[in-house]
């Protein structure tokens, strides 16, 4: 199939429901902690547990960062919202309501551009809402557990218009939504632990009659599972439409074991839900103070910020791909140029040797001793003739086991490259001696040999001998 037409016959639409865990120290409407992989049932209350007579209260923090991210994504901010109470049986939330929003959500009428394809696309935000999270359910054999420790968890739920058109394009969406919640320091969204989650509601219809008959996918912990299962329900969509089969509303889970889909339950509608306003809490109204606090929350987000990189600094699309994706990678590129570098040896080096020592140490470049400086230093050792290419790369491993400076363990380790003509020469005549028959064979053509010549020379001198002085020399030599 195309990437926008199912068997060039239908169009596709998708939107999403993204949940994102915010960062906050305490959950949503208790003080409890919100921490990730603590033992079970242990970070409760009475209030997250719903027992009768408590009184939610709203978690500030938790405010602003709702409102920072509905400001990122263009959305109109509201000046008065509150909280509602979402009302069907959850197994996992002893109180059975979720306080939710739906009236007076915190934003709405948003958008976000992202880049698929080399296009700049824009998908609009339908809303931006607070809410909190359920428990968790673990099934073990023929009996049910629960753990409370997630019920309670501040929750974003961020809703899409249906402006994607197949599942390779909402996979880059998804991946550009997680770079920018990470920029803004608001969500860690990691999809594996469950901090960051995605409900998609796809149709799919002919060309131009608008959109079909809905369905939603749950269960897919990953943007890659996203792209799958989108993929898999199109085409059993338009089997289903091709054999005169007609789609019902309904709630499908995505099987990553058999990469099907499977009927859940017949989707409800938002009156099902019987909302109405939480009577515990009262409306919240941002004041001039507090909106004031969001626009300094604002950061440049990644989409501008890989496109003034490649700019700014002259590299290619790939390049400012791999440096934008963290923020703080990004903003360790700009320091280190900020002291002179070049942006194409900055480049390879963060995404070869820098990369391999982090992945071998199982640290981020922040928490390394690497530091911009020190990086910076590195590359003018090399710049300046003082060491070259291959000690530059055991200079960085020393740096990073002994977390000193690459000039100090240079000096220390004696390092510097041999430039000086004559002592090159006179290490070059030793080796052409010990090595008659190379040079002879070299000097009758086989000009293959040199390199292993070269060899036996960086050998004699520890690799410290200036390559091109080396060979420019050797040429000399052998003619």
């Known amino acids: 199939m195309s990437d926008t037409m199912v068997n060039d016959k239908y169009e596709t639409f998708v939107g999403l429901e993204i949940h994102i865990h915010l960062l906050t120290e305490s959950k949503m409407f208790c003080g409890c902690k919100a921490n990730y992989g603590d033992e079970p049932n242990t970070n409760v209350c009475p209030v997250c547990l719903g027992y009768p007579g408590v009184l939610p209260t709203v978690n500030q923090k938790a405010m602003k960062m709702g409102y920072t991210v509905a400001r990122a994504l263009n959305c109109r901010l509201s000046r008065k919202t509150y909280f509602e109470r979402k009302n069907y049986f959850y197994p996992d939330m002893p109180k059975n309501y979720q306080i939710s929003q739906f009236q007076e959500p915190v934003g ?7 880049e698929y394809n080399d296009e700049i696309k824009k998908i609009r935000i339908h809303d931006v809402h607070l809410e909190e999270d359920a428990g968790k359910m673990i099934h073990a054999g023929d009996m049910s557990l629960q753990d409370f420790n997630r019920a309670g968890y501040p929750l974003l739920e961020i809703v899409t218009e249906p402006d994607l058109k197949s599942g390779e394009e909402t996979e880059a969406f998804l991946r550009a939504f997680r770079r920018m919640v990470r ?28 959109l ?5 996918l749950k269960n897919m912990n990953s943007p890659r599972f996203v792209r799958r299962g989108l993929q898999y329900e199109a085409q059993r969509q338009a089997k289903a439409l091709d054999e005169g089969v007609k789609l019902i509303q309904e709630t499908r889970l995505w099987n990553e074991n058999r990469d099907i889909t499977e009927s859940m339950r017949t989707k409800e509608m938002a009156n099902d839900y019987r909302y109405f306003p939480e009577p515990d809490m009262p409306p919240f109204c941002p004041d001039d103070s507090f909106m004031a606090d969001v626009e300094k929350e604002q950061v440049e987000l990644p989409l501008a910020r890989k496109h003034k990189i490649m700019r700014k600094y002259g590299i ?18 700009e320091q280190v140029m900020a002291l002179g570098a070049d942006a194409q040896a900055v480049y390879t080096w963060l995404s070869s040797d ?31 003739g003082k060491i070259s290419g291959k000690i530059a790369k055991q200079v960085l491993i020393d740096v ?31 080796v052409m001696a010990a090595n008659e028959e190379v040079v002879k064979a070299i000097r009758e053509g086989e000009q293959k040999q040199k390199g ?19 060979q420019k020399i050797l040429s000399e030599k052998l003619r």
Do not use: W
């Open 212 to 216: 079909g008959t809905k369905v939603e």
């Open 316 to 333: 290619s699309s790939e390049q400012a791909e791999f440096i934008h994706d963290e923020k703080v990678n990004a903003d360790y590129f």
């Open 354 to 384: 820098v990369q391999k020592e982090l992945n071998l140490l199982n640290m981020t470049l922040t928490e390394s001793p690497l530091s911009p400086e020190r990086f910076s230093e590195l590359l003018k050792l090399m710049d300046d």
């Open 452 to 470: 292993f010549l070269v060899g036996q020379i960086m050998k004699e001198t520890g690799g410290r001998a200036a390559p091109a002085l080396v």
């Open 108 to 114: 709405v009428e948003g958008f976000m551009e992202f």
């Open 400 to 430: 990073f086991e002994e977390d000193r400076d690459p000039s100090a363990i240079v000096e220390e380790k004696g390092l510097s490259q041999i430039s000086d003509p004559q002592a090159i020469g006179a290490v070059i005549e030793k």
């Open 183 to 210: 920029y803004l320091g608001v969500c860690d969204g990691n999809m594996d632990e469950g901090s960051m989650k995605c409900d998609a509601n796809i149709s799919i219809n002919t060309p131009g009659a608008g």
